[in-house]
């Protein structure tokens, strides 16, 4: 019951085997079709280790069929180079013969249609195709054949693809898949990311990204690929798509959520892949941005350094006994600091100085950097650097060696060898900065939060009577202190305001607030109200607001004629502090996203948002308001007193909550929210809902309030049984020290002294689509919490079957709550579509095997492990 967690599988008879690792694929093709003849030489050259057959044409290579009817087996991936008009017939054949995958090089304007019709899944139209090189695949348009690494490349550009392949034949990078999605029309990025994740055989995965079909599966597929193997990004045309920046902004936040590494341009992408193909990742941890440069030349070491401070990096500090070690083995007249210059003719010491650096606890990265030299024993110096690289077991070696001409072929070389290797300074550390991203985004992803959770008590019924009296009123806007007011429901300060029907109901409602007081313009038609003359501050007497009044109608009549006014709003003026936006709004890629940075009437005009998706937790709120500019000026500047944060954040984690509630809530914006010393107060908020029926979706499963429920143990103590969550990792941790040697060993198969911080993540951060773990929580008198025990079910590949791991703390046997555990895991199956609960069971766990067994379990041993019983039920 510890086996790697699998994942959704996706729908129809697809084998993922017959995609990724076939036996037997057939082309068939249209002789005049442009990439028929492409793909069969493809094919026939890769070196494929199953069979191969064809239909439609005649290749060498090949055993040929007159149609799909006659082959003698069923091929298990079928590669059509066919007219858009003969896709249709030729799948629904497939499905006929028993093949569900296929692969569509070509237009294919109805595809997704086409693959639900038939029951053949593909990838298309416009794939570049799919290899394997283990296997000798090569069912794709490149022009060279991909040698074999542990590379994955999944893309949707097909010269892209090329360009990729190209570079790495150069450099001598492998592949362990390069899997082309082109238009994404059916088989997507997420059902290449589950099977990539599990693959062995995959060390790296690079991601040409434009068009995301289904967000919630992509997110969920790229997280639990990048908790394993670095995953690396690049979209091209996000700015062409929205000149303003917030869906390209929007992607970089999802990517960011889910561990990935995004690069901006094809140089970054290349980079990443030069490190991320051949470098081994430090097992000692370390923070990742501390890297040691040494050089054969003090200008490359300058070069290199300036470029790892621009990169938001360290120059390691090395300790003088570290420097002191090191002056024993270098030449005289080296520097004596980071960066290390040597001087040209070092021959081995190059290599010799970057094996210590690479040695010393202080330093994360080496880069080592090389220039050409008269004279020089080039062979004996590459010699030197390839077994220091080949030889550290902790900090990685980036080497440098600049120049074309003698250069060249060293770097070609050093490349065979399998280092990683830059032309220029800037490259190489980029490779450097790429490492410490990569790990940094991924220890973010799996960051293990706080017990703390902020208590919300909203009042939800408040809300949807006021978003019905909305709808009945034929409004999708609704009026500034109608959002106000549902800001206030979920806890959140708002400015004291009252509405006011004409002026002199204004000057009775500033008499009641105190003055002095804001006027503004009350209408669900008008956003920005400044931009009309709406807003008046610094009321100090009824005339000075009667004034304003009139002021206002008149311009709203001649500026927005059509606008419906339904009076004034009349607030208490708030003076001081930092004025902040916040604001929920939906992309059309991702649904709903939040947005965080500096506020006021010049907000859009600052360009300062950060972006992150609900739903939020404690540590992602503080990320998310650390990413801003708005950051350093809450915490106090000059004259200016430090703002309350955690209100600040607090005030991210309301919005957060509301996007989960009210998936009918399409935008609702803060500004300016204002922060004081004391806390924060909404001042100004907008909201608009969707039109009747409509519902946003969130990229990433909100958490399942809706199976927390209550359970008393036969001893008569209540505990509350839930869903786990983030928030729990430490009470996790606790829970796995108080179990026994014995249980620890029935449970995990083996015996481990204390989980890993990463499985500890992995197992309290779930995607809720995909699995569940109910826990069992004792609530202690001062509100800290327990876990007594723990049922987890996770989905396997192929949708309809979960694997269960169940373990209740030794105080708690015998009350029931095992057996009340798994019924909460068997309701949970049957609502998600799961049929069969299976597991594996050490034989020498005889209470384990009774318990199922009581639960009505059948149970027989393994064929492969004669010490495990396998244990199933229908559900």
């Not at 220091?388 to 060249?408: F, M």
């Not at 006014?565 to 208490?572: E, I």
Request: proline content about 6%.
């Amino acid at each position: 019951m510890s086996k790697p967690l699998p994942t959704l599988g996706p729908r129809g008879a697809l084998r993922e085997e017959a995609l990724y690792r076939p036996k037997h694929v057939v082309l068939v093709a249209d002789p005049v079709a442009s990439t028929a003849g492409l793909l069969a030489r493809n094919l026939a050259a890769g070196g494929f280790k199953g069979r191969l057959s064809i239909i439609g044409m005649a290749h060498e290579g090949f055993e040929a069929a007159p149609d799909i009817a006659a082959l003698d087996s069923a091929p298990d991936l079928a590669v059509l180079a066919l007219p858009a008009e003969a896709l249709e017939p030729a799948m629904a054949g497939l499905a006929a013969r028993g093949c569900h995958a296929a692969v569509v090089p070509g237009a294919a304007p109805d595809l997704a249609g086409i693959a639900q019709r038939t029951g053949v899944r593909a990838l298309g139209q416009g794939s570049f195709g799919i290899c394997v090189p283990a296997i000798g695949l090569n069912a794709s348009l490149a022009h060279i054949v991909p040698r074999k690494g542990k590379l994955a490349l999944v893309c949707q550009s097909s010269a892209l693809a090329r360009a990729v392949l190209d570079w790495a034949e150069a450099e001598s990078v492998g592949f362990s898949h390069v899997i082309g999605i082109g238009g994404n029309a059916d088989l997507g990025f997420a059902h290449a990311l589950d099977w990539l994740s599990r693959d062995p055989g995959t060390g790296a995965i690079l991601l040409d990204l434009r068009q995301i079909k289904n967000r919630r599966m992509f997110v969920s597929a790229a997280r639990a690929a990048a908790r394993t193997r670095p995953v690396v990004a690049i979209r091209a045309g996000g700015r062409l798509a929205d000149a303003t920046g917030t869906a390209d902004a929007v992607m970089g936040a999802v990517l960011r959520r889910a561990g990935v590494l995004r690069v901006s341009g094809l140089d970054d992408l290349l980079s990443a892949a030069e490190t991320l193909a051949r470098v081994k990742l430090s097992p000692r941890g370390g923070p990742g941005d501390r890297i040691a440069i040494v050089a054969n030349a003090t200008g490359l070491a300058h070069l290199a350094a300036d470029a790892v401070l621009e990169g938001g990096a360290r120059l390691a500090e090395l300790p003088p006994e570290a420097l002191a070690s090191l002056a024993i083995g270098l030449p005289p007249g080296w520097s004596g600091r980071n960066p290390i210059a040597l001087g040209p003719l070092t021959g081995t010491t190059l290599g010799e100085a970057a094996s210590m650096l690479a040695a010393l606890p202080e330093v994360d990265t080496v880069v080592a950097l090389h220039a050409p030299v008269a004279g020089e024993k080039a062979g004996t110096i590459a010699a030197a650097l390839t077994a220091a690289a080949k030889a550290t077991r902790a900090a990685p070696i980036l080497v440098c060696w600049p120049g074309q001409a003698t250069a060249g072929p060293q770097r070609a070389a050093l490349a065979g060898s399998g280092l990683a290797v830059f032309d220029t300074p800037e490259a190489a550390v980029r490779g450097a900065l790429h490492l410490w991203q990569d790990r940094r985004n991924r220890l973010a992803a799996a960051e293990l939060p706080g017990r703390d959770v902020l208590a919300l008590s909203p009042d939800r019924d408040g809300v949807g009577r006021l978003i019905a009296a909305a709808r009945a009123e034929g409004r999708l806007a609704l009026t500034e202190d109608e959002a106000l007011t549902i800001l206030a429901a979920y806890g959140m300060p708002v400015a004291a305001c009252r509405v006011a029907q004409d002026a002199e109901d204004a000057v009775a409602a500033a008499e009641a607030l105190g003055w002095p007081v804001v006027l503004k313009l009350r209408s669900p038609d008008i956003m920005r109200k400044t931009e009309i003359g709406g807003v008046a501050l610094g009321l100090r007497d009824a005339a000075a607001l009667r004034r304003a009044a009139a002021a206002m109608q008149e311009a709203a009549r001649r500026l927005r004629p059509e606008a419906r006014l339904l009076g004034f709003l009349v607030q208490r003026e708030a003076r001081g502090g930092l004025e902040l936006r916040l604001r929920l709004a939906e992309d059309a890629m991702f649904g709903p996203f939040i947005g965080f940075g500096l506020g006021g009437t010049a907000a859009d005009l600052l360009g300062d948002e950060a972006m992150d998706l609900p739903p939020l937790s404690r540590s992602l709120a503080a990320g998310l308001v650390g990413r801003s500019r708005a950051a350093p000026l809450l915490a106090g500047y000059r004259d200016h007193p430090p703002a309350e944060r955690a209100a600040v954040e607090a005030a991210l984690l309301r919005l957060s909550q509301i996007a989960v509630d009210w998936p009918e809530i399409a935008t609702l914006g803060i500004n300016p929210l204002l922060a004081q010393p004391e806390g924060v107060v909404a001042l100004d908020a907008s909201c608009t809902l969707r039109a009747h029926g409509e519902r946003g979706m969130l990229a990433i499963p909100p958490y399942p309030e809706e199976w927390v429920t209550r359970w008393r143990a036969k001893g008569g103590e209540a505990l509350t049984i839930r869903p786990i969550r983030p928030e729990d990792a430490e009470a996790h941790a606790a829970f796995f020290r108080r179990l026994t040697p014995e249980d620890i060993r029935w449970r995990f198969f083996s015996q481990i002294r204390e989980l890993p911080a990463q499985q500890i993540a992995r197992m309290t951060q779930l995607d809720y689509d995909r699995e569940m773990a109910f826990v069992a929580v004792r609530t202690r008198p001062d509100g800290s919490e327990d876990l007594l025990g723990v049922s987890r079910l996770i989905r396997e590949a192929d949708g309809v079957t979960g694997e269960f791991a169940v373990i209740v703390d030794g105080a708690m046997k015998g009350q029931g709550l095992g057996r009340h555990l798994m019924e909460r895991l068997f309701a949970w199956a049957r609502a998600s579509g799961i049929t069969t609960i299976a597991g594996q069971v050490l034989a020498d766990n005889a209470p384990m095997l009774a318990f199922v067994r009581g639960l009505g379990f059948a149970a027989k041993r393994s064929a492969e492990d004669d010490e495990v019983f396998e244990v199933s039920r229908s559900v």
